[in-house]
């Protein structure tokens, strides 16, 4: 199953603001939105956001998600040493029946 | 608290089986869609399977269709994902998920996971 595209990496400095994209196509990104996954190492994946920006309780406001035709981006502002992590993209592909993920990318915070 | 408790895994032959199983508690496990994930060591996520609130309608990724099941209990509060025909690429870590808002594709809960081998 294909799946979304990520750039594999991104840096940026402290304080800095990082864009991270997701891209798909019409039948998953493009049809039902993305959510935002990040995930440290060694642990579970947390869940950032879904579609227009729907945030679960206790998600930072320095993150927020957006969408435009088949890209979705997670953009975090304010970047934090904590912010360091890889971050992934999910969307459930009507044509697939399935679930489909970006390979993932991994932030650095400089 | 909310919280899923993945068991199960350990080191099967290739060709071999096993199933796993996901607790779930501090949530009206029967009312939520649940997935399966897993990630390779050193890899990103690869989703496996995901079963409706009622267990009726199942969906699965190529890659294990027709060799893994998913299931759930409602009774017991249980995830199960029973594993067949099992092959080398699907050594992994296995992680339980709640789906979020009727989502199908975003997972607000996940279990600390749960570490399959497979190798002769």
């Known amino acids: 199953q294909a799946g979304l595209t990520q750039p594999p990496s991104v840096s940026k400095g402290l304080r800095q603001t990082a864009t991270l994209t997701c891209t798909g196509n019409?039948?998953?990104?493009?049809?039902?939105?993305a959510a935002w996954l990040q995930q440290h190492q060694g642990h579970p994946p947390k869940l950032l956001s879904y579609r227009n920006n729907n945030r679960p309780s206790g998600i930072s406001e320095r993150l927020s998600a957006s969408r435009s035709g088949n890209t979705a981006s997670l953009t975090i502002t304010g970047l934090q040493p904590e912010d360091e992590a890889d971050y992934y993209c999910s969307a459930w592909d009507t044509s697939l029946s399935a679930v489909v993920f970006g390979g993932g990318t991994k932030l650095t915070v400089l | 608290q909310v919280q899923l408790v993945e068991s199960g895994g350990g080191v099967v032959q290739p060709g071999g089986s096993l199933s796993l199983s996901c607790a779930a508690s501090?949530?009206?496990?029967?009312?939520?869609?649940m997935h399966w994930v897993r990630q390779a060591p050193g890899k990103g996520l690869a989703w496996v399977a995901f079963?409706?609130?009622?267990?009726?309608?199942?969906y699965y990724a190529d890659s294990v269709k027709g060799r893994f099941t998913i299931s759930r209990d409602n009774s017991k509060n249980t995830l199960y994902l029973q594993m067949n025909s099992l092959r080398a690429e699907d050594t992994a870590m296995y992680y339980c998920?709640?789906?979020?808002?009727?989502?199908?594709?975003?997972?607000?809960?996940w279990g600390q996971g749960t570490m399959v081998t497979v190798s002769s």
């Open positions: 019409s039948n998953n990104v493009g049809n039902q939105g």
């Open positions: 501090g949530f009206t496990f029967s009312s939520y869609g």
């Open positions: 079963t409706r609130y009622d267990g009726v309608n199942k």
């Open positions: 998920a709640k789906d979020f808002e009727s989502s199908w594709a975003a997972f607000d809960i």
